[in-house]
């Protein structure tokens, strides 16, 4: 009988809408929408409560490093600076390693401009000495100058094939980029040793302007004389 009854087409009941004179109060909440609603409503109850039950039966001896070493501000927890993490030894290991890689790094550019000049200097590698030859007449001096001339020529840079040009202009511009990184490298390698003889122990005052006989950017500083025993 019951399997009747679902055959029969039955009518969709359909939930009401607003009523005209509450439409100022928005759309009529429908089932589905309350559903949502409790549900969102009981699992945040249910959150609350394993709050509190945790909060109730907490160990009262309980201790991490978290406790002291964060803060609330304005109910978020941030971690303390830990801006003096290490000790001094530690920074001054730290600060040899970097040094010790800059110096590395700036030697092996070192050695590719080294090597890359090696390779353009072939071209540029014009001979500068200079000889006097004498002639009694012109016609003697014409005869030397075209046999010097004969002798003396060589290929120029123009008269290479295109790819040869290609290739050495962008020979030149990385030998260019290697030579501004040296600089670069020499650089932050002196400011990485001035600070790491900044750390040491010693008094010391930085120069003023006035007291530096060689004008430099850099700041230069005076150690006091100590006496070594």
């Given at each position: 009988m019951s399997s009747l009854r679902n055959a029969i087409p039955r009518k969709a009941h359909k939930e009401r809408a607003q009523p005209h004179s509450r439409r100022r109060f928005g759309l009529l909440e429908k089932h589905k929408d309350y559903v949502e609603r409790a549900r969102a409503f009981h699992q945040k109850e249910q959150t609350?409560?394993?709050?509190?039950?945790?909060?109730?039966?907490?160990?009262?001896d309980e201790f991490y490093f978290k406790m002291i070493k964060t803060k609330t501000v304005k109910g978020i927890h941030k971690l303390e600076s830990e801006a003096n993490k290490y000790t001094t030894e530690e920074l001054m290991l730290m600060k040899t390693q970097d040094i010790g890689y800059i110096l590395q790094k700036l030697q092996t550019?070192?050695?590719?401009?080294?090597?890359?000049?090696?390779m353009l200097h072939s071209l540029d590698n014009h001979s500068s000495s200079k000889h006097v030859y004498y002639a009694d007449d012109r016609d003697e001096a014409r005869e030397i100058q075209a046999k010097v001339s004969e002798d003396r020529k060589n290929p120029t840079f123009e008269d290479l094939?295109?790819?040869?040009?290609?290739?050495t202009a962008a020979s030149y511009r990385e030998l260019e980029a290697r030579k501004n990184r040296v600089q670069e490298l020499e650089k932050i390698y002196m400011d990485m040793a001035m600070q790491k003889e900044l750390q040491k122990k010693g008094r010391k005052r930085k120069l003023r302007q006035d007291e530096i006989v060689t004008s430099d950017s850099r700041p230069v500083y005076k150690w006091r004389q100590e006496r070594k025993r």
């Open positions: 609350l409560q394993k709050l509190r039950e945790k909060a109730a039966f907490r160990n009262p550019e070192k050695k590719k401009i080294e090597k890359l000049s090696g094939p295109k790819d040869i040009k290609r290739k």
